[in-house]
Structure formats: structure tokens, C-alpha cells
């Protein structure tokens, strides 16, 4: 089985319910980026929002797991149902918390060679590690995803187990279409800020197509391929 689009945007469609699920998946993201709105000087809010906010990110990144999960286990499955909100939310808080403590990870092994070899050679060194572990971002989140447990974003020989063909054609189609929304999104607030809106709305696709692209690269690498021969 080849990696494909088409795969991931007939998984969805083929969702009685995709329009809902991913309505409510982007009133939460729009609500995410209404602090960005007021730092432009777009809006106006409230403080409450600022955790309304954050409350929002967690859920909704829940949501996005809970997918990915829902694919491991079901290459076919369906975007998740909207029904437990609390659970979503603690899939969402384990994950930011995860992030955090591979961050300062990220950051000491980025900074260590600087402050051991501090001429040109850190530097080259910095940069190596850097775009190491920025490429291996997303396999670090398919981790979480299989197990939605912190433990699972540290064990690293696994996550550097993705590096495979499969996995770099994943992250190359996503970042095509990753880029082409962008430029969509640029070109859409050119012309009117309030396009921001759709601007979003494409953005929140292209991320639940990649989803769903990484996702058929860990049944190429860690299980027996998937016919999804609609």
C-alpha cells in the first residue's frame, strides 16, 4: 500500500457525521486563536477568554489524538464521537505536560554542545540536532497517540524507529499541502481580514488529513499494510 491523500480524505468523508465533528473542532481552534487576535489588535477580549482558551487548545488537541488513536487501532475508524469532554481534556493536559519535559530536553541537548564547544563546530552541531528532532516531531506525537500515555513520548528508540520511507513521505506530503494552506491563508486575510475564518477552517483540514497520513505510515512501518480500498 502506497501512502496517499486520497486515503485520508475518503476516511473522512466517509463519516456520516464529519461536518459536525469538525464544526465543533473548529469553534474550539477559532476560540484557541482569539488571544492572537487581540496581540494583532484585530479584537477585543476579555481575561476569561485567555483560559477559555487554553481550555479549548487542551480539548481540542485531545480530539486530535483521540483520532489518531482511533486509526492505530482501526486503520477505517472514524473521527471520534464529541461526547466526553473531560476525557478529551486529560488527553490534551497529559500531552501539553508531555510536551514541556521534552522541550527542556530539546533544549539542553540544543544548548550543550554551545556551551562545551563554543566555536563554529557547536553551531554545526546545533543545527544537526535541531532539524533531528524537528523531523522527528510527528513521530513523537504518533507515539503519544498509540498509548495516550506521557511514558509513551519518551521512549525514544522507538520514536527514532519512524525514520523510515514511509514515515518521510508522510511528512513530505504534509508539508506540501501544510505550506499550501499557509499561502491559501496569507493570500485570504490579504484580501479581507474576516477570511480569517476560512483561513482556519482549511487549516484544521489539512491538519486532520495529516493525521491521517502519519497514520498510514506507522501501519506501514510497525504493522501489515492497509487495504483502504474504499
Same mark, same amino acid.
Given at each position: 500500500?502506497?501512502?496517499?491523500?486520497?486515503?485520508?480524505?475518503?476516511?473522512?468523508?466517509?463519516?456520516?457525521?464529519?461536518?459536525?465533528?469538525?464544526?465543533? $473542532?473548529?469553534?474550539?481552534?477559532?476560540?484557541?486563536?482569539?488571544? /492572537?487576535?487581540?496581540?494583532?489588535?484585530?479584537?477585543? *477580549? !476579555?481575561?476569561?477568554?485567555?483560559?477559555? &482558551?487554553?481550555?479549548?487548545?487542551?480539548?481540542?488537541?485531545?480530539?486530535?489524538?483521540?483520532?489518531?488513536?482511533?486509526?492505530?487501532?482501526?486503520?477505517? /475508524?472514524?473521527?471520534? !464521537?464529541?461526547?466526553?469532554?473531560?476525557?478529551?481534556?486529560? *488527553? /490534551?493536559?497529559?500531552?501539553?505536560? /508531555?510536551?514541556? $519535559?521534552?522541550?527542556? @530536553?530539546?533544549? %539542553?541537548?540544543?544548548?550543550?554542545?554551545? %556551551?562545551?564547544?563554543?566555536?563554529?563546530?557547536?553551531?554545526?552541531?546545533?543545527?544537526?540536532?535541531?532539524?533531528?528532532?524537528?523531523?522527528?516531531?510527528?513521530?513523537?506525537?504518533?507515539?503519544?497517540?498509540?498509548?495516550?500515555?506521557?511514558?509513551?513520548?519518551?521512549?525514544?528508540?522507538?520514536?527514532? &524507529?519512524?525514520?523510515?520511507?514511509?514515515?518521510?513521505?508522510?511528512?513530505?506530503?504534509?508539508?506540501?499541502?501544510?505550506?499550501?494552506?499557509?499561502?491559501?491563508?496569507?493570500?485570504?486575510?490579504? @484580501?479581507?481580514?474576516?477570511? $480569517? @475564518?476560512?483561513? %482556519?477552517? @482549511?487549516?484544521?483540514?489539512?491538519?486532520?488529513?495529516?493525521? =491521517?497520513?502519519?497514520?498510514?505510515?506507522? =501501519? !506501514?512501518?510497525?504493522?501489515?499494510?492497509?487495504?483502504?480500498?474504499?
Amino acid at each position: 500500500m502506497s501512502i496517499a491523500l486520497s486515503f485520508a480524505q475518503e476516511n473522512i468523508l466517509n463519516d456520516n457525521d464529519w461536518k459536525f465533528k469538525l464544526f465543533v $473542532l473548529f469553534v474550539l481552534a477559532f476560540i484557541v486563536m482569539l488571544p /492572537g487576535g487581540e496581540e494583532a489588535g484585530i479584537i477585543q *477580549i !476579555e481575561p476569561f477568554i485567555y483560559v477559555l &482558551s487554553f481550555f479549548s487548545l487542551l480539548i481540542s488537541s485531545g480530539y486530535c489524538f483521540k483520532y489518531m488513536n482511533n486509526l492505530i487501532n482501526k486503520p477505517k /475508524g472514524k473521527l471520534p !464521537e464529541w461526547e466526553n469532554f473531560l476525557d478529551l481534556f486529560w *488527553i /490534551g493536559l497529559k500531552f501539553f505536560i /508531555g510536551s514541556i $519535559l521534552v522541550s527542556i @530536553i530539546m533544549y %539542553v541537548c540544543t544548548i550543550l554542545p554551545i %556551551v562545551i564547544f563554543p566555536n563554529v563546530v557547536s553551531i554545526i552541531i546545533f543545527l544537526f540536532i535541531w532539524i533531528f528532532l524537528s523531523l522527528l516531531g510527528p513521530a513523537l506525537m504518533m507515539n503519544f497517540s498509540e498509548e495516550l500515555a506521557v511514558k509513551s513520548m519518551f521512549e525514544f528508540k522507538k520514536i527514532l &524507529s519512524y525514520a523510515r520511507p514511509a514515515y518521510y513521505k508522510a511528512l513530505a506530503i504534509s508539508g506540501l499541502i501544510t505550506s499550501g494552506a499557509f499561502l491559501i491563508s496569507v493570500i485570504l486575510c490579504f @484580501i479581507n481580514v474576516y477570511l $480569517l @475564518i476560512l483561513a %482556519v477552517f @482549511i487549516n484544521l483540514y489539512v491538519v486532520v488529513l495529516s493525521m =491521517h497520513l502519519f497514520v498510514q505510515a506507522y =501501519h !506501514e512501518i510497525f504493522a501489515e499494510p492497509v487495504d483502504y480500498g474504499f
